[in-house]
């Protein structure tokens, strides 16, 4: 096999100085920011997540910018660890590079006085992947790094701890509300002056001043509500993945979701990086809980419901945590022993996977609640992993999510109403700060932050 050609067809922009525009995309999500934060970093720039979130074409933007910059073409290499017409078990990123250097820089790395950029698709698919970065970094202090990698395979647990020090992570996940709204009004000049309105900080880092911002702002806002309900309910109907925005038809969308992304995510991911005892019962698992997305479970309920024995219930729950397809929430104690014997709340992370494997085509009164719902845990827990805050529910009884930010509670209430009872204020300590997600009503009163779900970000 002709390595050398297949990685100059990769990187076409060596001879046409330039990046083949359908690779890139007009619209950059917000994490493309935080890469190009990183481009004069000597730690490895590592973009995690679910497969087909974009992290390809972030990669790929990445480059664009780079040769925009006055990067010289030649001095950015990419390939992608997923691909078998140039990896096979005997093909090493070693390999790559020696080739790269001799046929393309026309010398060794260390002798060119300027920086060269190494961009790897699917980095953890390669043999030996750690070990070959670890001595790149000690031997090239002239090579930037910029990797992705899928969450199923668990990079922290096969690169060595003095490799994952040398990172800085970025986690691509599906589409934010906000993320998904800006890629609807992104040619809409005028509707785009509505993101300008929206505040700079997350409604779960500071309620204060969210709440303060979208007062001030409110007679502005209140031009493009109707507007961006409509957008909303198509997210909570189609979920986060970018791909949406190039079918819009959801009947299309979710037949290329369950044969794309479930069937490739299961059968690529899962299936050939995990010792999976029974792959039909993990199947069987996975539709069990989109069925009935957002209950409180104990996995012996689950394993007597699916006949599997509680340890396989929950091998597999982590295999799809990790994979990025479930979030997992405990109930809220101050004794730890609780949180771990009470039972779990599971949630689908994506509303359009779940949708897509019970055939919701529209949407319902009822769908959109319960789809509202998970959207709002899925902004929970992106915010509890970008703060190191930890996601809870409040109890079976209700659907209050809990984050605990250490020295604070949040106390998210999805009633998705204007009409609130006393009895739907939490106390969990003194310093417990509720959120009430309405319908159109934003106040505040009695340490509780009221927010109209279409404001939520």
């Not at 309620?207 to 493009?224: I, V």
């Given at each position: 096999m002709d390595i050398l050609r297949y990685i100059i067809k990769y990187n076409?922009?060596?001879?046409?100085?330039?990046?083949?525009?359908?690779?890139?995309q007009d619209i950059k999500r917000s994490e493309f920011e935080q890469i190009m934060d990183l481009l004069d970093s000597k730690r490895i720039t590592m973009l995690v997540g679910p497969r087909r979130c974009g992290m390809t074409t972030?990669?790929?933007?990445?480059?664009?910018?780079?040769?925009?910059?006055?990067?010289?073409?030649?001095?950015?290499?990419?390939?992608?660890?997923?691909?078998?017409?140039?990896?096979?078990?005997h093909i090493t990123i070693g390999d790559i590079f020696s080739i790269y250097e001799r046929d393309i820089l026309g010398n060794n790395v260390e002798d060119i006085n300027e920086k060269v950029y190494i961009v790897v698709?699917?980095?953890?698919?390669?043999?030996?992947?750690?070990?070959?970065?670890?001595?790149?970094?000690?031997?090239?202090?002239?090579?930037?790094?910029?990797?992705?990698?899928?969450?199923?395979?668990?990079?922290?647990?096969?690169?060595?701890?003095?490799?994952i020090s040398k990172m800085d992570i970025i986690n691509i996940f599906?589409?934010?509300?906000?993320?998904?709204?800006?890629?609807?009004?992104?040619f809409n000049a005028d509707s785009m002056n509505f993101t300008s309105l929206l505040p700079k900080v997350s409604l779960f880092e500071d309620p204060k001043q969210y709440f303060e911002s979208l007062r001030e702002?409110?007679?502005?806002?209140?031009?493009?509500?109707?507007?961006?309900?409509?957008?909303?309910?198509?997210?909570?109907?189609?979920?986060g993945y970018p791909e949406f925005r190039e079918t819009s038809k959801i009947d299309l969308w979710q037949k290329r979701t369950n044969q794309d992304i479930i069937s490739h995510g299961f059968f690529r991911d899962i299936m050939s990086l995990y010792s999976i005892k029974?792959?039909?019962?993990?199947?069987?698992?996975?539709?069990?809980?989109?069925?009935?997305?957002?209950?409180?479970?104990?996995?012996?309920?689950?394993?007597?419901?699916?006949?599997?024995?509680?340890?396989t219930v929950l091998e597999y729950i982590t295999f799809l945590r990790k994979a990025g397809y479930l979030i997992i929430e405990t109930v809220y104690s101050k004794h730890s022993y609780f949180e771990y014997k009470s039972p779990k709340r599971i949630l689908f992370l994506?509303?359009?996977?779940?949708?897509?494997?019970?055939?919701?085509?529209?949407?319902?009164?009822?769908?959109?609640?319960?789809?509202?719902?998970?959207?709002?845990?899925?902004?929970?827990?992106?915010?509890?992993?970008?703060?190191?805050?930890?996601?809870?529910?409040?109890?079976?009884?209700?659907?209050?999510?809990?984050?605990?930010?250490?020295?604070s509670n949040l106390v998210i209430?999805?009633?998705?109403?204007?009409?609130?009872?006393?009895?739907?204020?939490?106390?969990?300590?003194?310093?417990?700060?509720?959120?009430?997600?309405?319908?159109?009503?934003?106040?505040?009163?009695?340490?509780?932050y009221y927010i109209p779900f279409w404001l939520v970000n």
């Amino acid at each position: 096999m002709d390595i050398l050609r297949y990685i100059i067809k990769y990187n076409h922009w060596w001879n046409a100085g330039e990046i083949n525009k359908n690779m890139t995309q007009d619209i950059k999500r917000s994490e493309f920011e935080q890469i190009m934060d990183l481009l004069d970093s000597k730690r490895i720039t590592m973009l995690v997540g679910p497969r087909r979130c974009g992290m390809t074409t972030l990669l790929y933007q990445s480059i664009d910018e780079l040769l925009k910059r006055g990067v010289k073409p030649s001095n950015i290499i990419f390939f992608d660890g997923d691909d078998a017409l140039i990896f096979d078990s005997h093909i090493t990123i070693g390999d790559i590079f020696s080739i790269y250097e001799r046929d393309i820089l026309g010398n060794n790395v260390e002798d060119i006085n300027e920086k060269v950029y190494i961009v790897v698709d699917n980095i953890s698919f390669l043999k030996d992947w750690s070990l070959y970065l670890k001595n790149y970094l000690k031997e090239y202090p002239n090579i930037k790094f910029i990797m992705s990698s899928s969450i199923a395979s668990n990079i922290f647990k096969i690169a060595k701890e003095e490799l994952i020090s040398k990172m800085d992570i970025i986690n691509i996940f599906p589409l934010k509300t906000n993320q998904f709204v800006d890629s609807h009004l992104f040619f809409n000049a005028d509707s785009m002056n509505f993101t300008s309105l929206l505040p700079k900080v997350s409604l779960f880092e500071d309620p204060k001043q969210y709440f303060e911002s979208l007062r001030e702002k409110m007679p502005n806002l209140l031009f493009y509500e109707n507007k961006i309900n409509n957008i909303v309910n198509k997210y909570l109907l189609a979920g986060g993945y970018p791909e949406f925005r190039e079918t819009s038809k959801i009947d299309l969308w979710q037949k290329r979701t369950n044969q794309d992304i479930i069937s490739h995510g299961f059968f690529r991911d899962i299936m050939s990086l995990y010792s999976i005892k029974n792959p039909y019962k993990l199947v069987e698992l996975f539709y069990y809980l989109a069925k009935n997305d957002g209950n409180t479970f104990s996995y012996n309920s689950i394993g007597q419901e699916l006949k599997l024995d509680n340890e396989t219930v929950l091998e597999y729950i982590t295999f799809l945590r990790k994979a990025g397809y479930l979030i997992i929430e405990t109930v809220y104690s101050k004794h730890s022993y609780f949180e771990y014997k009470s039972p779990k709340r599971i949630l689908f992370l994506d509303n359009g996977i779940r949708n897509s494997i019970v055939r919701e085509t529209s949407m319902n009164i009822d769908l959109k609640k319960k789809c509202a719902r998970t959207s709002l845990n899925f902004l929970a827990f992106m915010s509890c992993l970008d703060n190191n805050w930890n996601l809870f529910y409040e109890s079976k009884n209700n659907h209050n999510i809990v984050i605990d930010k250490i020295n604070s509670n949040l106390v998210i209430k999805p009633k998705f109403t204007n009409n609130v009872t006393p009895d739907d204020f939490s106390k969990i300590d003194d310093n417990t700060i509720n959120i009430v997600v309405t319908s159109s009503l934003l106040d505040y009163k009695d340490n509780t932050y009221y927010i109209p779900f279409w404001l939520v970000n």
